[in-house]
């Protein structure tokens, strides 16, 4: 399978690919109870401000045209109070012009020192080296360079030689926006695309095809459709195709804040060619599709459920595409995790709950210090971002006897594949597809904020297994019936493909017979 199949992008976000959060837990305080799987730290000390000295000059005295004599002026006193804070400030400023004086030598003899140009090198250990090398760009450094950007790369650069391949640094924007992320919230128009190209009047071109339009969302109100193509950005004699400016220019151009404008010129299906559409559209808040569901094109019995990815909206929207589905007379279904990367742990839990029973083994967690957890189905209450991984006790267990199978392939990782692993541990429903990606490790997110730094932490925390315990990080999850996606369709965007087309989905509907 070709990279472009596995690339689906979300316009709605303001950030280029979603980071990887494959079976991830928040060790932010969300406004959920907090529970065993979320990491926790100890709030740290609060940093002081900094000292302020301020140095005020007291208002003069008026010179008469003519000043008396001597003798007639009236003695001027000075109160002992203004003489101490006269005193105090004149050795303050005394001090700090010291003190820098005396540190910018200092700085300069250090780095000579260590550049062997005076005496000797001394010992080294007694200095923070940020600060030793902070020493050297600012006396000898012709570029000038960004500290705050230094800093950055430095933190970045240390989370990756731990060693733990899913470690990384977050600043506190990219920190913001995977939480958003994650709680399937964005700003933008609120549709989903695919790079795609299309034939127009005989010629090829690139273009942005609609795969999915969000409910409640601008994109839905000023009536843009699935199948849909993007041809340019702008309108009229502002119009730049896509074509000429590139996919990801055109995806910048779309993406933007709520409350900005998105413009941009439409190409529609129509007979055997296309109408040109153009559109101005007001960005807004979107919650984003992580469920997308049709009746199989060929056999209508059949309801395809595809899970993008398990964030905080996927419980609820999983649930309302099984009965909106059931309610349109299918009796069967697919449940498609190929190219799904994992989520949120609350999110899958909440999934699963809905074919298991209570008491039923969800997961179970190994942590560094070797203690091990077991989380079973059971009724739970969230708040705030977490409410719609809620489980209720009617729920649980409420699709337990759907016929289903489930689709799989080497894309599919982390809390997708615990997905497939209950579905095979409690027999629930055949397997199809090829070997999962194998990723059996949790990773924390962990905010810095309440330690007085900016940004976050993510690092591997537990491993974790299925129902049976057996473990399949870094081997993957082999399936019931292997069936590869044909040769002919591995330049084929993933959803592009037709029903009548994907011969893995025709294995899966055997699986029926």
């Known amino acids: 399978m070709s990279e472009e199949n596995k690339e689906i992008k979300d316009v709605n976000e303001l950030r280029e690919e979603q980071?990887?959060?494959?079976?991830?837990?928040?060790?932010?305080?969300?406004?959920?109870?907090?529970?065993?799987?979320?990491?926790?730290?100890?709030?740290?000390?609060?940093?002081?401000?900094?000292?302020?000295?301020?140095?005020?000059?007291?208002?003069?005295?008026?010179?008469?045209?003519?000043?008396p004599s001597r003798s007639k002026r009236a003695p001027k006193r000075l109160s002992l109070t203004a003489f101490i804070v006269s005193a105090i400030a004149l050795v303050l400023a005394a001090v700090m012009v010291?003190?820098?004086?005396?540190?910018?030598?200092?700085?300069?003899?250090?780095?000579?020192?260590?550049?062997?140009?005076?005496?000797?090198?001394?010992?080294?250990?007694?200095?923070?080296?940020?600060?030793?090398?902070?020493?050297?760009?600012?006396?000898y450094s012709f570029e000038e360079t960004d500290e705050q950007t230094r800093m950055t790369a430095a933190l970045k650069a240390y989370m990756y030689a731990t060693g733990d391949e899913y470690a990384e640094y977050y600043t506190k924007e990219e920190y913001a926006t995977l939480m958003q992320s994650t709680a399937g919230n964005s700003e933008g128009i609120g549709v989903n695309i695919i790079n795609t190209t299309a034939q127009v009047n005989g010629a090829e071109y690139k273009v942005i095809r609609i795969i999915h339009v969000m409910k409640d969302s601008p994109a839905e109100e000023a009536d843009l459709r699935t199948g849909d193509l993007i041809f340019a950005t702008g309108v009229g004699e502002a119009r730049e195709t896509v074509q000429t400016i590139g996919y990801d220019v055109a995806i910048t151009r779309l993406q933007g804040a709520a409350g900005t404008q998105a413009e941009f010129t439409v190409l529609r299906p129509k007979g055997d060619?296309?109408?040109?559409?153009?559109?101005?559209?007001?960005?807004?808040?979107?919650?984003?599709?992580?469920?997308?569901?049709?009746?199989?094109?060929?056999?209508p019995s059949v309801g395809v459920v595809k899970i993008l990815q398990f964030d905080l909206t996927t419980p609820q929207q999983f649930s309302e595409a099984v009965d909106t589905l059931k309610s349109q007379g299918c009796t069967k279904f697919v449940f498609d995790v190929r190219y799904n990367p994992g989520g949120d742990l609350q999110s899958i839990q909440a999934v699963l709950s809905y074919f298991l029973q209570e008491g039923d083994v969800l997961i179970r967690t190994k942590q560094k210090s070797g203690e091990e957890e077991v989380s079973t189905v059971a009724p739970v209450t969230h708040s705030g971002d977490y409410e719609g991984c809620s489980i209720l006790k009617e729920d649980i267990g409420k699709y337990k006897d759907l016929k289903a199978v489930v689709l799989c392939n080497a894309s599919t990782a982390s809390a997708a594949e615990l997905f497939v692993a209950t579905f095979r541990d409690y027999e629930l429903a055949p397997i199809v597809g090829t070997v999962t990606f194998g990723k059996g490790s949790m990773q924390?997110?962990?905010?810095l904020e309440r330690f007085g730094y900016s940004g976050a932490l993510k690092l591997t925390t537990a491993m974790y297994y299925p129902a049976s315990g057996e473990g399949y990080d870094g081997v993957g999850i082999t399936p019931d019936v292997v069936e590869e996606l044909d040769t002919a369709l591995a330049d084929v965007n993933i959803y592009e493909i037709e029903d009548e087309q994907d011969n893995q989905l025709k294995k899966a509907l055997e699986q029926f017979d």
């Not at 109870?33 to 208002?59: D, F, H, L, N």
């Not at 559409?277 to 979107?286: A, H, N, Q």
């Not at 924390?444 to 905010?447: M, R």
């Open 19 to 67: 980071p990887d959060t494959d079976g991830t837990q928040t060790a932010e305080e969300p406004a959920a109870e907090p529970t065993a799987e979320q990491a926790t730290a100890e709030q740290g000390e609060a940093s002081e401000e900094p000292m302020r000295y301020y140095m005020e000059e007291s208002p003069s005295e008026k010179e008469e045209a003519t000043p």
């Open 98 to 139: 010291t003190y820098t004086c005396c540190n910018s030598a200092y700085k300069k003899q250090l780095a000579e020192l260590q550049l062997g140009q005076t005496g000797t090198a001394g010992n080294l250990d007694r200095y923070y080296p940020f600060e030793l090398f902070d020493m050297f760009l600012e006396t």
């Open 273 to 299: 060619g296309y109408e040109t559409l153009e559109f101005s559209i007001l960005r807004g808040k979107v919650t984003t599709s992580s469920v997308y569901f049709h009746k199989h094109a060929a056999d």
């Open 444 to 447: 924390s997110i962990i905010s």
